[in-house]
Nanobody
């Protein structure tokens, strides 16, 4: 089964950049028709899809975040990375990485990691 693991600092100051890495085991991030997403859940709110990088390297971003978000990958390490710039307190959330196949829903998730924006 595919396994995903988030890693990175759990605290960032306002106006700075939030960074997280997802390490994938059991499948290749370049395998045909696989998509690799970042999803978050602020306190007391629902899940929010942030963006994804496809097996081809193409990226897709939520319109509400497109001015601040970047998703990249390191194929040699089978990892993909989230960067969210100019963070504010409302960016505090549990952040998840997850994977899906074309035409289907998410089939595997990381455990999630708390990220707090605070001075």
């Amino acid at each position: 089964q595919v396994q995903l693991q988030e890693s990175g600092p759990g605290l960032v100051k306002p106006s700075q950049t939030l960074s997280l890495t997802c390490t994938v085991s059991g499948d290749s991030i370049t395998a045909n028709y696989n998509y690799w997403s970042w999803i978050r859940q602020p306190p007391g709110k629902g899940l929010e899809w942030m963006g994804a990088i496809a097996y081809s390297g193409s990226t897709y971003y939520s319109p509400s975040l497109k001015s601040r978000i970047s998703i990249s990958r390191d194929t040699s390490k089978n990892q993909f990375t989230l960067q969210l710039r100019s963070v504010i307190s409302e960016d505090t959330a549990v952040y998840y990485c997850a994977t899906s196949v074309r035409g289907k829903g998410f089939r595997s998730w990381g455990q999630g990691t708390q990220y707090t924006v605070s001075s």
